[in-house]
């Protein structure tokens, strides 16, 4: 592979998009992956008619109009909206928790009552993290937060993250919130959501369909690889070998299961903060509302990260290993024509939308 | 084409009502169309036994009985109600704002309160301009016009018409209505609507089936054609070459969808006030309530009209545009044999029913 110009490592979201802004910038591209596969974390494939997600639930959904005019130009867009319920006290409630989970977990005249002191005190519509609720004084809305905090919260982060419940940081617990209105969204701030008309690798697909753009799949990056320009979106410890210590991750294993009825749960998400050792079934039908008597379902089990054993998802974002990241991004920056990009070149827990927009951004710098 | 006596150029709903009238009172007429189909743009077309609305969703609706009696001799009428919802605060919700809409998405009690407001200050079924729930001086009712125009008039119009916030001509607010009652018809006030049984290509290809009319399709107007009258539905800026300038226009793109299941929406049209760039999403089977295991659906991008690239669809009424228009209706009155109507030759936004109304006028004129 002498002589190549522009090497991109990593096929996903953002090392696709990058190919594409590249090639259409006039350069000439060789993109791999280690995988068998394009687009990443957020591939898909055709399984009897349902477009199972390999890798968990992807929707996306931005405010951003130049990232989604930018996808648009490879898909059309099924216009889903996000909508996730929690089994909280034996009822599938919306999460984020708001008016109509209370209603259905409350008795009558307990859910009007609360509903009034929220209303009262926060308005209509509006995002308030519990912390709030425990600061008006108000008895009735203390409680409210003790149960949304232990109910949907507590339980979902020690399994999520692998915690003991005395290793929560007591400052996320003011994050967590209640929505003062009806909304049962989950993206309900985004202007465009969707899920691509034909999946997110068909998508990935068009994009890197072009004639300056060399896709090889199964190709692993190696250090004696020749090229003018690298783009990598593989972990950046790795790059340096671990140099200054490991960067921690948390994975997810994915149990599948494939049920002879047509609908197992009534969202694509169904989150179980207090049940099982999943944190999250999806139900993949929904996503571009296939037509099938089956229905595949995927439950998602958090986990440590090993290397080697199975794939990194979500930094396990603190001081140390912020402290740890800074040591590797400084060492990147000695290097001229090497450019880190992607969940884990940046190391940040980017959004599709986001790791896209970034990609545009460092397009238009390396354009200067 | 020496020795036509009439010539009506365009086989819209105004053009093939007016030749009908014409061979009714035993003129010979010729009626040309620069496309290749008839009916204009409530020109429809069967697609695996779905009625397809090529230009987006078209529903018959009048209290003209002479109107309805003379369409009546072509078309008999699926007597379709129209409903729209519009997606506000992630439910689809009845447009014009109702009753309904605001316990859809009100917290019950204050719901409760507002509905008792409005039916105190302004009584039962009434169309409300917002304007005057701003009059009452209660806090509530403010908050609900807020509310309505926030939600459902403001960023629908700013898509609409292509225009930024300020933009928008604080007296468009007042005319923001909302709905004091529970009747979720779109068309509530009309006594005669529907969708003709077999569609509006076929409704006016019986009222051309006349010994006496002869129809030209993929023949433009051009200057040469002699005629002693002319009927004029295209464009009258066009007509005079823009002489005085051009009258200003939006127009719309469509986006087809079909897709594998037999129901997308709730409803014929769908209003998508503050999620992505179209406006609506129409789903065709509605109209005449075709069965089918798929369904077809149009979503409608407002856009710039621009010559030669897309077609006209709703004039830009303001000032500027009514003094240029009188510029052309000025002109035109010296034509002794040339009649303008229409949309286009008019340059205003009829419904179907004022198009055929302006016909049967003009009719009588004529005959005088």
Known sequence: MASIKNLIVGCGISGASLARKLAEAGEQVVIIDAKDHIAGNCHDYND????????????????????????????DWYPYQHKVLGLIDGQFVPIPFNLNSLHALFPGFMADELEKRL????????????LQLRKTGNKDLEMLADYIYEKVFLQYTLKQWGLAPDQIDPNV????????????????????????????????RKMLDHNDIQVKLNTPFDKTMEYKQLFYTGAIDEFFDYFWGELPYRSLR???AQYNFPKFQQSAVVNWPCNYDWTKSDEHKYFLNDQS???I?????????Q??????????????????????????????????????????????????????????????
């Open 173 to 204: 617990t003011e994050r967590v919130p209640v929505y003062t209105g009806r909304d049962n969204r989950y993206f309900a701030a985004d202007k465009y959501q969707g899920i691509p008309a034909e999946g997110f690798t068909e998508m990935v």
């Open 297 to 305: 379902i995927s439950y998602e089990y958090p986990e440590a990260f």
């Open 307 to 368: 290397r080697g054993v199975n794939e990194r998802y979500y930094p396990i974002q603190n001081d140390e290993s912020a402290s740890l990241y800074s040591k590797y991004l400084e060492q990147a920056k000695s290097l001229k024509n090497v450019h880190f990009l992607g969940r884990l070149g940046d190391y940040k827990y980017y959004d599709m939308d986001k790791a896209v927009a970034r990609v545009l951004e460092l397009v238009k710098e390396i354009a200067k």
């Open 293 to 295: 008597d089956k229905t």
């Open 119 to 130: 209303l009262e005190n926060f308005g209509l519509n509006k995002k308030i993290p519990i």
């Open 254 to 256: 994915f149990q599948f």
């Open 48 to 75: 009897n008619g349902i477009m199972v997600q390999k890798y968990g639930a992807h929707i996306f959904h931005t405010n951003d109009k130049e990232v989604w005019d930018f996808l648009s130009r490879f898909t």
